[in-house]
């Protein structure tokens, strides 16, 4: 048995960390069903996105499990390639969501900043904690407070391992939206599922674009862009967008 509970909520893949007595952290097992899970829903044509969320409302995800650590040594949750929990280095196709139902610490905030979206609770805290273990967030965390966050902000955060509050991070663009503890998981499946009434082709052109676009100049961005731009123009969503805008009707994409 491992600590995840796969389910599926219409065209989305909800994933649960379901180890609340351990503050949902990660064991090596629990890992590695993560990173099988995404691995399946990336190759299903009937995932359209991914939810990742945790049981309870104390953690969303504490990181490591560190008790595991202690007996087999560290980093067994790491998936070469992929990272910690098969997602802090993963190169995906399909949107990835944060449900940040409680604290999110070390590896569970390098998890959340790996997403695309971040729905949080009002309640939740969140950090890079490992400092206080003799450790630092090398698997993504650092990199991406680097790239998102304010430089004195992101210091702080990782030179004294302390958390910062939900609002506070969506304050600083971090967190897309922060929603009553109650209302998160119906909230982010909201969002979600509102979002794959669009093309699911323009959704991944869109989302590969800007993660090319972060690593390069305004003008190679936008050479990369017009060399898509002719096939997106031509493509059989563009013209159902189009036609159902003429006609003043739901666009039907050939997603489904």
Not at 126 to 138: P, T
Not at 210 to 220: I, N, P, R
Request: proline residues 2%; contains cysteine.
């Amino acid at each position: 048995m491992t600590g995840l509970i796969v389910e599926h909520r219409g065209a989305v893949c909800l994933l649960t960390i379901d180890r609340e007595d351990a503050r949902n952290a990660l064991d090596a097992a629990t890992s590695r069903a993560m990173d099988e899970a995404i691995s399946a829903a990336e190759a299903d044509p009937a995932v359209g996105a991914i939810i990742v969320t945790g049981t309870g409302n104390r953690a969303f995800c504490a990181g490591m499990d560190l008790k595991e650590a202690e007996r087999i040594g560290a980093g067994h949750g790491l998936i070469p390639g992929r990272g910690f929990g098969g997602i802090t280095e993963r190169r995906r196709t399909k949107p990835l969501i944060a449900a940040i139902n409680g604290t999110a610490v070390a590896g569970g905030f390098e998890i959340m900043m790996a997403c695309d979206m971040v729905f949080a609770a009002d309640h939740a805290l969140m950090g890079v904690s490992e400092v206080k273990r003799g450790l630092f967030a090398f698997a993504g965390g650092i990199q991406r407070l680097a790239a998102q966050v304010p430089r004195a902000t992101a210091l702080a955060m990782i030179m004294t391992g302390e958390l910062l509050p939900a609002r506070r991070l969506y304050d600083l663009g971090v967190v897309t939206e922060v929603v009553p503890g109650d209302r998160l998981l119906d909230r982010a499946l909201e969002v979600t599922q509102a979002m794959l009434a669009n093309s699911w082709q323009a959704i991944a052109n869109g989302r590969e674009l800007y993660e090319l676009s972060t690593g390069m100049d305004t003008a190679q961005a936008l050479a990369v862009g017009n060399a898509w731009g002719k096939a997106t123009l031509a493509s059989a969503d563009s013209r159902e967008g189009i036609a159902a805008y003429a006609q003043k009707r739901d666009a039907q994409f050939g997603q489904r």
